[in-house]
């Protein structure tokens, strides 16, 4: 049976820089992903070393927290069925020369460093995540006229 579930996806700063928010967000509303928050914020320093601890030890990683930095990140919540793989599966790998062609990071870029968009990668993280950049009240509930058709 198939889950409806939350997930957690920031647009990164290199999606900014390169016009391709709406782009991006596009392709999760043709899916019938139904967005529960979405909003512009600034990332802080604090909220960067608890969400890239996995990272803390590599190389890159104060050039990771710059990068994040660098402009406002676009924050959304999605709701859908198996919505926390199925947007893994539309973002692609993480080294987008690794990424199948028709994924956001193959399609739209060729560097690990600037792939342009996180997502939750499991029932666990994703929860965490919401909470993480999405107070209660900025998250909605809503039925839409379209989701007979979406979620069957
Ligand atoms: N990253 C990087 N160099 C690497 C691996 C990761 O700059 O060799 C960055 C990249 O932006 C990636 C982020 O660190 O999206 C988080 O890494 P993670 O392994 O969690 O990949 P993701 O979940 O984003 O696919
Ligand atoms: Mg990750």
Same mark, same amino acid.
């Given at each position: ?21 709406g ?15 979405? =909003?512009l ?23 990771? =927290?710059t ?19 199925e ?6 790998s ?19 460093s600037?792939n ?9 993280n994703?929860?965490?995540?919401? =909470? ?16 007979q058709?979406?979620?069957?």
């Amino acid at each position: 049976m198939a889950d409806v579930q939350r997930t957690l996806v920031l647009l990164k700063p290199d999606a900014l820089q390169r016009d391709l928010l709406g782009e991006i967000l596009t392709r999760f509303e043709r899916k019938g992903l139904k967005i529960i928050g979405l =909003k512009l914020f600034q990332l802080s320093d604090e909220q960067l070393n608890v969400h890239y601890a996995h990272l803390a030890e590599k190389s890159f990683f104060a050039d990771l =927290k710059t990068f994040m930095k660098h402009t406002p990140v676009v924050g959304i919540v999605l709701e859908g069925m198996e919505a926390i793989a199925e947007v893994r599966k539309m973002i692609g790998s993480t080294n987008p020369l690794q990424a199948d062609a028709g994924t956001v990071r193959a399609d739209f870029s060729m560097n690990v460093s600037s792939n342009l968009v996180h997502a939750s990668d499991s029932v666990e993280n994703a929860a965490e995540e919401v =909470k993480r950049f999405f107070k209660e009240e900025e998250l909605f509930a809503y039925a839409k006229i379209t989701d007979q058709y979406i979620f069957g």
